[in-house]
């Protein structure tokens, strides 16, 4: 059906019917009041679409409803007070390469897996609170997408749902959200800081993995799990910062693992015997926490971290007091800023 009494030319209207006949050539495409669902596939592949019009009837765009529409453009959703679009389905903007930003209405409850997989030109993405569930790999290749928020709402971050997100520069995670699944923001390589909100309780396997400008990380207080190579190939990092709960803490080693502790042993810190500056998840310095005290952890951090050439450094627990053994190669420098601790 074609509504011809629109100045800007014909404009498809979709009735939601099934068997509706979608022209492969529609442009334009007006969804009535009335309409609930935007059928499975109901557009799949109509290259020439560039706008949708949603009425605030619709609940739900089922699996690849818009998939491979690859000029479409703009999505008009009705306001928040009036729309009662609930679910995005999986592969529903699958490969929408033309959207370029986003807002989406605050009714909605759970975006589908690969909902706007290979969204490539989506630089503004707001997802709002209300938001339960980030299905894996959602925006995975998004590669224009430069900040994203993570409303509360939100308990769990999908496996891949950022992946290879590379223009990604910040990532807001808000207090609320428990888990972020494997390799969730893994090659997302313009990030450089992270901050995790103290809820966070698991670290997918290759969580951040290969997020190479990464510099700075705060892990959380109620930190109790990171799988494999959480943070494996980030060789940016200059910082790193634990909190401990009792005696519990974690150690992030060479390879981006991250080991869990719970004893009081002597050894605090230990840097590798390599002269090779590959950053601190690399030999060059590796990072072993066997028992610390939080106050002189920070510091050492602060002032050593970023310098991969140090070798040995211990705490003893009974005087409070930083040794350390060079080699010929830790620079003078280093040396004395460990002496002012």
Same mark, same amino acid.
């Given at each position: ?15 939601? +019917? ?53 000029? @479409? ?20 903007? /699958? ?6 930003? %986003? ?27 209300? #938001? ?7 925006? @995975? ?27 990604? +520069? ?36 290759? =969580? ?8 700075? #990380? ?24 634990? /909190?401990? &709960? ?5 150690? @992030? ?6 080991? *869990? ?7 605090? %810190?230990?840097? =590798?015997?390599?002269?090779?500056? %590959?950053?601190?998840?690399? !030999? ?11 106050? /002189?952890? =920070?510091?050492?951090? +602060?002032?050593?971290?970023? *310098?991969?050439? !140090?070798?040995?450094?211990? %705490?003893? &627990? ?8 060079? =080699? ?14």
């Amino acid at each position: 059906m074609l509504d011809n009494n629109n100045d800007d030319g014909d404009i498809f209207v979709y009735t939601g +019917e099934e068997g509706q006949r979608i022209p492969k050539d529609v442009t334009h495409v007006r969804v009535p009041n009335g309409v609930t669902t935007i059928r499975a596939r109901a557009f799949y592949g109509r290259s020439d679409l560039i706008s949708v019009c949603l009425s605030a009837s619709v609940q739900r765009i089922e699996f690849a409803a818009f998939c491979h529409c690859t000029s @479409l453009a703009w999505i008009i959703f009705p306001k928040d007070d009036e729309g009662r679009l609930e679910e995005i389905g999986g592969h529903a903007f /699958y490969c929408c390469e033309s959207l370029t930003a %986003l807002k989406l209405p605050t009714t909605v409850r759970g975006i589908g897996p690969r909902a706007f997989y290979g969204c490539r030109s989506l630089v503004s993405m707001d997802l709002r609170e209300g #938001i339960r569930q980030i299905a894996q790999q959602a925006f @995975l290749d998004c590669a224009s997408l430069k900040h994203i928020k993570i409303p509360s709402t939100t308990k769990k971050i999908g496996n891949e749902t950022f992946y290879r997100c590379h223009s990604l +520069e910040s990532v807001e995670l808000s207090e609320g959200i428990e888990e972020i699944g494997h390799a969730a923001f893994g090659m997302c390589k313009s990030l450089r800081n992270l901050r995790l909100p103290s809820t966070v309780e698991r670290i997918g396997r290759r =969580a951040f993995c290969a997020c190479k400008n990464l510099q700075a #990380i705060e892990l959380p207080v109620g930190l109790k799990e990171v799988g494999r190579r959480g943070f494996h190939r980030c060789n940016a990092i200059k910082s790193v910062r634990f /909190y401990v &709960r009792g005696n519990r803490y974690f150690e @992030l080693t060479c390879h981006g693992n991250a080991l *869990e502790h719970d004893d009081n042993r002597e050894l605090v %810190l230990k840097g =590798a015997r390599s002269k090779e500056k %590959l950053g601190v998840f690399q !030999a060059a310095h590796t990072l072993v926490c066997e028992a610390l005290l939080p106050k /002189y952890f =920070a510091m050492f951090l +602060e002032r050593c971290a970023s *310098e991969p050439d !140090a070798i040995f450094y211990f %705490l003893s &627990r009974k005087n409070a007091e930083l040794l350390y053994e060079a =080699a010929t190669f830790v620079p003078k420098q280093n040396k004395r800023k460990l002496e002012q601790i």
